[in-house]
């Protein structure tokens, strides 16, 4: 084979070597930590014993170490079959591979000068077969699974035999006499039972108890390998040299052939594969585990988790709790209570470590020593919430209504500079932000037709010491054509209509919603109450709706999407017309500014 490919192949032999070893030293490092484990947490695995059969394909890639020339032998398809038995992390197996190496002639056929005949030589003939490896082997298994057994990691050795056949090959030329001449032979193998060894690391991933899929790599070494000998050589051939920049070639010495008996030597190969996993035999059930470890005068030993606020000492239910060994691994997890409370029953005493989260953030952990449980008594451990953020707790509703809004995009936005987060509320309308102490924030809503409440938040009027949660409701209002949505606080001095510093905070929450809702044009009016003469009313609402108008194209919103309307006093919303006695708050109730989106047939 060429050198370039020989060296590649001899690089990923020896790391595919390197990963093997160290993997087998990891998993038996796993295999006695897991010892440690006390008797009872064992117990509730879910790993059992039995057969496993791996049927599988894939892509052998060899080496020959021959070293004879014009003679190739190259990568080609495999087939293997193993059964293995399992008791938990250790098995033992066999298997069976059939793998074919296609043989390739690189003898120059092109342009062969022949001295003896002065001619070149035409009409080449080329037989030759392919190598078939037949091995079988068994030996030891070394996996780690997944706690739900559904994924596993195997590490396998395999000593066994190998038949080798095949490989022979015959090239021959007929020069211009029309003599036929042989260029190149090689006799192949007729090997049986030869030692050979493998090695590989598969994974395996089952979906259901019994079904799943394999895929892995190997190294496989055939040894004393050696070719047929009938009494000719191993491989005989013309050397032929390159004459000139013609490409020509011509024999180096015609009737010599160079002939080379080949010693034993080794075959050996990397090669991947994938396939079907099958697990035999019943698996015990959940209930039937219960069973057997049932034990009436066993004690009982349990462990209660409760995560508190460091600062405010409130319980924080919602804490999703993680408890894992001395390894790393998980023993279990949970979600407090709304007491903030969570009790592992029946666990093995360990030291374990206890961590939390809560929407996001990390609490400080905590331990158990094996020491601290107590028969049939609850240990109590406590997390805590350390961090000084407050936690917005928020809720989506439709105006007027307890009705949640669902698939709300929420903005959190910073007032002293152009950063702003970002969630989506839940099916019951709820969301969550974090807030800094000290900040001062702006938040809403973006919905398809709704038109959302901006609530103005100052950190700064809450206490972290003794506040955590800050509880909002987000009022958002469907924003149906023709229907008429009263702008709140929009108020104008005394015959004037200049918009007001209080008045330009609902004003910018129409700039957002049209901002949000680039298609949509509103009708934005102006009302008063009945007293004034009607002309004098007419006026003045116009020039305020005109007002109102001018202040919402001020903040980049084009003109033509907002036609002002000044109704004056022709829809109060009451009796209180002309020579009607009304209080003051029923007059108010009369004087407002409203907008409305404009339907698009009458746009």
Not at 477 to 503: G, M, P, S, V
Request: aromatic share 12%; charged share 25%.
């Amino acid at each position: 084979m060429k050198r370039t490919s020989t060296t590649f192949k001899n690089f990923l032999v020896r790391k595919l070597f390197y990963v093997y070893c160290c993997s087998l030293a990891l998993l038996f490092h796993q295999s006695t930590s897991a010892q440690q484990i006390p008797t009872q947490l064992k117990s509730s695995k879910i790993l059992k014993n039995g057969f496993q059969i791996d049927p599988y394909v894939g892509f052998d890639f060899p080496t020959y170490d021959h070293d004879l020339p014009y003679i190739e032998h190259g990568s080609g398809p495999s087939f293997g079959l193993s059964v293995n038995y399992y008791w938990n992390w250790f098995g033992i197996g066999g298997e069976v591979d059939y793998i074919i190496n296609r043989t390739r002639n690189t003898y120059p056929t092109d342009s062969i000068f022949d001295p003896s005949s002065a001619g070149y030589m035409t009409d080449f003939s080329l037989q030759k077969k392919n190598v078939s490896r037949l091995f079988y082997g068994i030996g030891p298994i070394f996996r780690y699974a997944s706690p739900n057994d559904k994924l596993a990691v195997e590490f396998t050795g395999r000593g066994g035999m190998s038949i080798i056949k095949g490989g022979e090959l015959t090239l021959e030329g007929t020069n211009s006499l029309l003599q036929p001449e042989l260029l190149n032979y090689f006799s192949g193998y007729d090997l049986k039972n030869i030692w050979s060894a493998k090695a590989d690391i598969k994974m395996k991933y089952f979906f259901n108890d019994y079904i799943g899929v394999n895929f892995g790599a190997y190294y496989m070494q055939h040894f004393n390998a050696h070719a047929i000998h009938d009494g000719l050589p191993y491989n005989a051939y013309y050397k032929p040299f390159e004459q000139g920049d013609n490409g020509r070639y011509q024999f180096a010495q015609k009737g010599a052939m160079v002939r080379e008996n080949c010693c034993n030597h080794g075959i050996r190969s990397i090669g991947v594969y994938a396939g079907v996993a099958l697990r035999l035999g019943k698996r015990i059930k959940p209930q039937q585990e219960e069973k057997v470890e049932e034990c009436k005068t066993c004690d009982i030993f349990n462990l209660a988790i409760t995560a508190k606020d460091q600062y405010t000492g409130e319980l924080l239910p919602e804490t999703d709790v993680l408890l894992t060994d001395i390894t790393g691994a998980v023993v279990r997890t949970g979600k407090t209570n709304s007491f903030g409370v969570l009790v592992f029953n029946d666990i093995a005493p360990g030291n374990y470590k206890v961590s939390g989260k809560l929407f996001g953030t990390d609490l400080n952990t905590n331990t158990t020593a094996v020491d601290e449980y107590k028969p049939n008594q609850t240990l109590q451990k406590e997390i805590l919430y350390t961090d000084r953020n407050f936690i917005i707790k928020g809720n989506a509703v439709v105006c007027n209504t307890q009705i949640p809004l669902s698939d709300v995009q929420v903005l959190l936005r910073e007032v002293s500079r152009a950063a702003e987060k970002t969630t989506v509320s839940d099916a019951q309308g709820n969301f969550i932000f974090h807030l800094k102490e000290n900040s001062a924030m702006q938040l809403y809503g973006k919905k398809q037709s709704y038109f959302s409440q901006i609530i103005d938040i100052d950190a700064s009027n809450y206490d972290r010491d003794n506040t955590l949660f800050v509880k909002l409701e987000v009022c958002m209002e469907a924003t149906d054509c023709d229907k008429a949505i009263r702008l709140q606080n929009i108020h104008y001095d005394l015959d004037k209509y200049f918009i007001r510093e209080d008045a330009k905070t609902e004003l910018n929450r129409l700039v957002q919603f049209m901002s949000d809702n680039p298609l949509v044009k509103v009708e934005l009016s102006s009302h008063t109450d009945s007293r004034a003469t009607h002309d004098y009313n007419q006026r003045l609402s116009q020039n305020r709706a005109n007002a109102a108008k001018d202040y919402i194209v001020s903040k980049g919103i084009p003109a033509e999407r907002i036609v002002a309307i000044g109704y004056g006093e022709t829809k109060l919303l009451n009796r209180c017309a002309d020579g009607v006695n009304c209080s003051e708050e029923d007059h108010q109730l009369n004087r407002r500014t409203e907008m409305k989106v404009i339907c698009p047939d009458k746009q």
